[in-house]
């Protein structure tokens, strides 16, 4: 089981960078599939990016895809998710969570995943 807290959001203007850490406690951190998600208002839950174990692959949602990146550091139990070039559409809470499997082939299935964050604002101004 895999304790997620979020951090490093804020208010950032259009074409600006932020970069959000997801620290996770927990002796399974080095054996699960993390992945970012967010939620609008007035949304549903979306996937963003996941990241293999190993850090060897990485997922993303079309919508991100070259503005984001996502690593991770096993040695220091931490998910990075570093956004750049961001757009108004990007504004949401974003979520860090443990995958309930290593199952790469469903890295982008929100039911998959488990130990949910409580979340970290993300404001992006025109």
């Known amino acids: 089981q895999v304790q997620a807290v979020e951090s490093g959001g804020g208010l950032v203007q259009t074409g600006g960078s932020l970069r959000l850490s997801c620290g996770a406690s927990g002796d399974t951190f080095n054996n699960e599939v993390m992945g970012w998600f967010r939620e609008a208002p007035g949304k549903a839950r979306e996937f963003v990016a996941a990241i293999s174990v190993n850090g060897n692959l990485e997922g993303y949602a079309d919508s991100v895809k070259g503005r984001f990146a996502i690593s991770r550091d096993n040695a220091n139990n931490t998910v990075v998710l570093e956004m750049n070039n961001l757009k108004v559409e990007d504004t949401a809470f974003y979520y860090c969570?443990?995958?309930?499997?290593?199952?790469?082939?469903?890295?982008?299935?929100?039911?998959?995943?488990?130990?949910w964050g409580l979340g970290t604002q993300v404001t992006v101004s025109s």
């Open positions: 969570a443990a995958k309930r499997t290593t199952d790469w082939s469903t890295f982008s299935s929100i039911m998959e995943y488990i130990d």
